[in-house]
């Protein structure tokens, strides 16, 4: 959100309802002058349809800023002057005796009034706590309380090896008094099933963390325990001993969700700069991300540069239509499944249908309360997010799919050509994960594959990238990154993943991971080094397996044929 927390937005805001105050007092002067002195001619048409934009633009704005009464008045006047503006004769004189009558100028007439009384609703009628500023860092913490201390230390080891810290509490007691606020985020809550009770009252008391996934695990699975944990809102329950692979899998799942139900990008593109100004302040508060364009000629290039995750577009704007804009967005393939949702002042349900099926998806009709802007738009980011996850990843471990990724290496080979940087991409197989199918079941191989995916996205940066490039095979990019830097990552990876046990068939056993590594800029191009990469992985599996090894192009350039899915 805006710096300055909370009352910096309102002081804010309000300072925009000011401005907005201000404009409409030289408004109403101008135009409220000019509709008294209509005549029935072609000036006086070309002054009925300025004067009818203005109404429509106030009765969308008005309400926005609090001025219902204004809102209302205004829109009223519209709808009086649109049934006039849509005849198609030039001669208004019969009409302007008929429609613009003694009522209509009086309410014309009360429109100044009203701005003064109507003191305006709160600028930002939004609890304190929904826009709380957000905590900084990644979700690299879980809390554990469990009386049993052979529970404790399995969850607090295993969980480590998937790049958790645990902080670990002995009972609701222990952890009502010890917790801190230390700044760094949590990733779940976990608990034992027979302190649920206490455990739920303890959160409720913790409201910063309301939204906190909570896990719990029993010796008891019986269906009582598991109906009272979902009755708790609880996100997942295991039963001891805990499939710690599985355990991991579930937190990284509730916390994406969680991501998906916070924030969202979001462009605004409306003329009206004060109200544009005002959408953005009070969505930024609401924990979203926002982008605004009032000069409508701009919107492809922020498009691009910005890539929302919806649009927000008014139907009229001066020169400009929506629809059109709305058209002209979908002439580009890349922006065909992209979100654009109308929010406009316009109340006529066929000409919303209409505008709809035009190229739009939705409509919000001004003036909307803040409250429920922040509710709206939040939740088409959620839908916006879930349809664009199901279109681009991979369906088993939630990375980019085979294409995706490969389109993420030619962009980062595009950019350590042009500005002479070092990144490195990354092949990494399961060693022997055959065997693992043949012996345990492919469910039980979906459980390693997702538990792959999980640590790689807990032990690699945010900026790299990392997908699925089929089977148990994966790519990984890392930009701003040195061949030995990334070697030495990745070897930290193999042997955290090497220490991870998996149960299957009523025994455990583990599964070791190998990787080739190559420098972007040491070839022609994107798909060069990707091959390279791949045959410094099979260097590796013929040295052993269980490590990395970095491409060396002396090597022979293929594969041995005895490891294909080694």
Known sequence: MPSGGYQDVVNKLEALKAQFVARVVVELDDNVAKLHAVEGNAAGIRALKQGYEWLHRLAGSAGTFGFQALGSQARKLEETLKQVVEMDSDDLSGLLTTVLDEDFYQRLDSLPDLLKADAGDCAIPLLQRAVAEPEDGTLQRVDLISANSEVREELEQGLSRYGYRVAVFDSPDGYRRDHASTGENLAALVADADLLDAVHGVVAELERHSDLPLVFVAHDESFDVRYRVADAGAGGFFTVPVDIPALADR???????????????????????????????????????????????DVIRRLSEYRPDIVLMDIHMGDYSGINLARMIRFQPEWLGLPIIYLSSEQDRDEQISAIAEGADDFIEKPIRDHRLVKEVKARCVRARQLSKLASLDSLTGLLKHSLVKQELA????????????????????????????SHGHAVGDVVIRALANLLRHRLRKTDIIGRYGGEEFVVILPDCSAEVAEEILQDVCGQFA???FAGDGEEFQVTLSAGVASLRNFASAEAALNAADEALYQRKRAGRNGVTLYQSQAPNHRDDQETGA
């Open 251 to 297: 937190i990284q799942q509730l916390n994406e969700e969680r991501e998906e139900r916070q924030g969202g990008k979001v462009l605004i593109v409306d003329d009206d700069d004060q109200l544009v100004e005002h959408y953005r302040l009070v969505l930024e508060a609401g924990g979203l991300e926002v982008v605004t364009v009032t000069h409508p000629p």
């Open 499 to 501: 220490g991870l046990v």
């Open 411 to 438: 962009k980062e080979f595009d950019r350590c050509r042009r500005y002479g940087l070092a990144a490195q991409v990354a092949m990494l197989d399961l060693d022997h994960f055959k065997r693992v199918n043949d």
